[in-house]
């Protein structure tokens, strides 16, 4: 006969300050522990374990006075709680004794810093261990991609990827990727492991990413896939992939990479038609975005041609059949075909339950839907939608309207003035500060000029911000940039005065940030006849200031020190020759003769006087 059950559950034990291990943000909580269970409850989510699952208790020191709890629960599963002082062992102790009759067993951790060790698999966790240490646990539930290279140099490598921490909030960083070397010789550890065929694995490489794959979410797959489209074209990331469709995740193979995406991951469809009439462009966008490197994808891009058909094989699973018969009502046959494009939209349509967006009211010089232009020194195409902007497809770029700060059409005047420019830039300044820029054919402006104000988007022009709708209403000409236009309905500078009222509040913008909108042609006749005018009074108010600024020069030699200031003009002038005029010089002439008789005078007088004297 069994003892009656003495513990008293209405005593309960209780931590303050205590956090979830292993996650990046989720706030402090309270710890508590009675007869009945543990748990821990922050501000906005808890954490419940029945008496009857746990197992072990581990005490872990992470710092000076900062410990975490590991408990070990039935299945393999565990639960960490980060926080605990150096006091509060001996508590906690005497608590897990009395209410779980469990005891708690103190390890040390590795601080060796040596990076080769051994791997143990236990359950559902990996634990890399130097000596009898811990080094570090992976809970391999969290790992979403294991990939063994296969490149030359790198055949006995894998690399795990982690799935993004949705509790951090992008504030904190976290894990990504983590790489292990296999020495060929030295087999990885197959502890833990229930791979029938471990004999049968070469090399320990192999046998290591067996053991991930066997316990790894990457695998976490219940049945078969609904439905499979092989060697699809992948422009972004590059590559012919096969994606595996199921009922809440997709899975794509590649020769290198192998991704699995949450449909709840997947945020658009876009279905965009290239211009050359022949292909078209399918986009997904996922958030988070696969990592692949330390490269992100938040763009899947991929090209089919409007020739190629496919045939896609329906297979629901019969267990799901009824609880989704609603989602699957659309896949009435068992096959779906047609050309590729609609048959991968109409399957990502139905499993995600995301609509496809299509351009729409826009059409480029040629009648597309999109414009050629250069962004980032690639070339590509940019998508003007309903909502938004994309480029596809070096680097894949989606800009919403309601992030554009506004827009600003630069050059515009250089493209028009100067025959051997031939494109305008777009610039789209988001409200984050972020800028992009698109170089565009000129004869595109006239369309994506009248596309932007239609949207309200701000435009950004000699004026000031002026709301692009009242443009295109008043006064101001949009002329066709096309090569066929004469210069006099090039962009010119709009004067003040030829303004509407409408447009004179709210013009706080920096002239020499804007672009100037071309007025009509009086107006620019009008003005030109103003700045001729304008020149010729301003030179005349310059030669009068000269005048009354030069010196009268008394003496010609003058101390350096008191010579004044000269101006280019008067230093020319006394660089050229002097001419002296003729009447000074007949003059000059004059005087001279004269004073040469008056002197022959006075000598032929003095010579006779003393010819007189010598006489008597």
Same mark, same amino acid.
């Given at each position: 006969?069994?003892?009656?059950?003495?513990?008293?559950?209405?005593?309960?034990?209780?931590?303050?300050?205590?956090?979830?291990?292993?996650?990046?943000?989720?706030?402090?909580?309270?710890?508590?522990?009675?007869?009945?269970?543990?748990?821990?409850?922050?501000?906005?989510?808890?954490?419940?374990?029945?008496?009857?699952?746990?197992?072990?208790?581990?005490?872990?020191?992470?710092?000076?006075?900062?410990?975490?709890?590991?408990?070990?629960?039935?299945?393999?599963?565990?639960?960490?709680?980060?926080?605990?002082?150096?006091?509060?062992?001996?508590?906690?102790?005497?608590?897990?004794?009395?209410?779980?009759?469990?005891?708690?067993?103190?390890?040390?951790?590795?601080?060796?810093?040596?990076?080769?060790?051994?791997?143990?698999?236990?359950?559902?966790?990996?634990?890399?261990?130097?000596?009898?240490?811990?080094?570090?646990?992976?809970?391999?539930?969290?790992?979403?991609?294991?990939?063994?290279?296969?490149?030359?140099?790198?055949?006995?490598?894998?690399?795990?990827?982690?799935?993004?921490?949705?509790?951090?909030?992008?504030?904190?960083?976290?894990?990504?990727?983590?790489?292990?070397?296999?020495?060929?010789?030295?087999?990885?550890?197959?502890?833990?492991?229930?791979?029938?065929?471990?004999?049968?694995?070469?090399?320990?490489?192999?046998?290591?990413?067996?053991?991930?794959?066997?316990?790894?979410?990457?695998?976490?797959?219940?049945?078969?896939?609904?439905?499979?489209?092989?060697?699809?074209?992948?422009?972004?990331?590059?590559?012919?992939?096969?994606?595996?469709?199921?009922?809440?995740?997709?899975?794509?193979?590649?020769?290198?990479?192998?991704?699995?995406?949450?449909?709840?991951?997947?945020?658009?469809?876009?279905?965009?038609?290239?211009?050359?009439?022949?292909?078209?462009?399918?986009?997904?966008?996922?958030?988070?975005?696969?990592?692949?490197?330390?490269?992100?994808?938040?763009?899947?891009?991929?090209?089919?041609?409007?020739?190629?058909?496919?045939?896609?094989?329906?297979?629901?699973?019969?267990?799901?059949?009824?609880?989704?018969?609603?989602?699957?009502?659309?896949?009435?046959?068992?096959?779906?075909?047609?050309?590729?494009?609609?048959?991968?939209?109409?399957?990502?349509?139905?499993?995600?339950?995301?609509?496809?967006?299509?351009?729409?009211?826009?059409?480029?010089?040629?009648?597309?839907?999109?414009?050629?232009?250069?962004?980032?020194?690639?070339?590509?195409?940019?998508?003007?939608?309903?909502?938004?902007?994309?480029?596809?497809?070096?680097?894949?770029?989606?800009?919403?309207?309601?992030?554009?700060?506004?827009?600003?059409?630069?050059?515009?005047?250089?493209?028009?003035?100067?025959?051997?420019?031939?494109?305008?830039?777009?610039?789209?300044?988001?409200?984050?500060?972020?800028?992009?820029?698109?170089?565009?054919?000129?004869?595109?402006?006239?369309?994506?000029?009248?596309?932007?104000?239609?949207?309200?988007?701000?435009?950004?022009?000699?004026?000031?911000?002026?709301?692009?709708?009242?443009?295109?209403?008043?006064?101001?000409?949009?002329?066709?940039?096309?090569?066929?236009?004469?210069?006099?309905?090039?962009?010119?500078?709009?004067?003040?005065?030829?303004?509407?009222?409408?447009?004179?509040?709210?013009?706080?913008?920096?002239?020499?940030?804007? %672009? /100037?909108?071309?007025?009509? !042609?009086?107006? @620019? &006749? =009008?003005? #030109? *006849?103003? $700045? +001729? %005018? /304008?020149?010729?009074?301003? !030179?005349?108010? @310059? &030669? =009068?200031? #000269? *005048?009354? $600024? +030069?010196?009268?020069?008394?003496?010609?030699?003058?101390?350096?020190? =008191?010579?004044?200031?000269?101006?280019?003009?008067?230093?020319?002038?006394?660089?050229?020759?002097?001419?002296?005029?003729?009447?000074?010089?007949?003059?000059?002439?004059?005087?001279?003769?004269?004073?040469?008789?008056?002197?022959?005078?006075?000598?032929?007088?003095?010579?006779?006087?003393?010819?007189?004297?010598?006489?008597?």
């Amino acid at each position: 006969m069994e003892a009656p059950d003495t513990r008293d559950e209405s005593k309960i034990e209780e931590w303050r300050n205590i956090k979830i291990g292993g996650k990046t943000d989720t706030g402090p909580g309270i710890f508590k522990m009675n007869a009945s269970g543990l748990g821990w409850k922050g501000k906005s989510s808890k954490e419940m374990v029945e008496r009857s699952l746990l197992l072990s208790a581990i005490w872990i020191p992470l710092s000076s006075n900062r410990n975490r709890l590991e408990l070990q629960l039935k299945g393999g599963a565990s639960m960490k709680f980060d926080g605990f002082k150096n006091n509060d062992a001996e508590r906690l102790r005497q608590s897990l004794k009395e209410n779980f009759e469990v005891d708690l067993t103190p390890i040390k951790i590795a601080t060796t810093g040596v990076n080769h060790g051994e791997v143990v698999f236990d359950g559902s966790n990996m634990t890399f261990m130097i000596g009898n240490n811990r080094a570090f646990q992976i809970p391999l539930n969290d790992v979403s991609r294991a990939v063994h290279h296969t490149a030359a140099g790198s055949k006995n490598d894998v690399s795990l990827d982690f799935h993004q921490d949705d509790t951090s909030g992008g504030k904190v960083e976290s894990l990504i990727e983590i790489r292990f070397h296999c020495p060929p010789g030295n087999p990885a550890s197959t502890a833990g492991s229930d791979d029938e065929n471990a004999e049968e694995i070469k090399t320990p490489a192999q046998q290591f990413y067996q053991n991930i794959l066997a316990k790894a979410d990457v695998l976490a797959t219940s049945g078969k896939a609904i439905t499979t489209l092989s060697q699809l074209p992948v422009l972004t990331p590059r590559g012919r992939y096969t994606v595996e469709m199921f009922s809440s995740f997709m899975r794509l193979h590649g020769s290198t990479y192998d991704y699995k995406i949450l449909y709840t991951h997947i945020s658009r469809l876009f279905q965009l038609p290239k211009p050359d009439q022949h292909h078209v462009i399918f986009v997904i966008s996922i958030d988070p975005p696969i990592i692949q490197g330390q490269t992100r994808y938040p763009h899947l891009v991929l090209q089919f041609s409007k020739d190629d058909n496919m045939e896609a094989t329906i297979t629901i699973p019969a267990e799901q059949e009824e609880k989704m018969a609603e989602k699957y009502a659309e896949f009435k046959d068992k096959t779906i075909s047609g050309p590729s494009h609609e048959v991968v939209g109409k399957i990502f349509k139905i499993l995600t339950g995301k609509k496809i967006t299509f351009p729409n009211s826009f059409k480029s010089h040629s009648g597309a839907s999109a414009v050629k232009c250069n962004f980032k020194n690639n070339e590509g195409l940019l998508f003007p939608l309903e909502h938004s902007f994309f480029y596809v497809h070096k680097p894949p770029t989606h800009i919403r309207f309601e992030e554009i700060s506004f827009v600003e059409f630069s050059r515009v005047e250089a493209a028009e003035s100067n025959a051997s420019t031939k494109t305008f830039d777009l610039v789209l300044v988001l409200k984050s500060n972020v800028t992009h820029q698109f170089g565009i054919q000129r004869h595109e402006y006239s369309n994506l000029f009248n596309f932007i104000s239609k949207k309200n988007i701000t435009i950004r022009n000699a004026l000031g911000d002026i709301e692009a709708e009242p443009v295109t209403k008043q006064a101001v000409a949009v002329p066709d940039l096309d090569e066929s236009s004469s210069e006099d309905e090039d962009f010119a500078a709009v004067e003040e005065e030829d303004i509407p009222e409408d447009f004179d509040e709210g013009s706080d913008a920096d002239e020499d940030d804007v %672009k /100037e909108v071309a007025p009509p !042609k009086d107006k @620019k &006749e =009008k003005k #030109e *006849k103003r $700045e +001729k %005018k /304008e020149k010729k009074d301003k !030179k005349e108010r @310059k &030669e =009068k200031k #000269e *005048k009354k $600024e +030069k010196p009268v020069q008394v003496e010609i030699q003058a101390e350096p020190a =008191k010579e004044a200031v000269k101006t280019e003009t008067e230093e020319k002038k006394e660089e050229a020759p002097k001419e002296v005029p003729k009447t000074e010089e007949k003059k000059d002439d004059q005087a001279e003769k004269k004073s040469k008789k008056s002197k022959k005078e006075n000598k032929e007088a003095s010579n006779s006087d003393t010819s007189e004297e010598s006489k008597e």
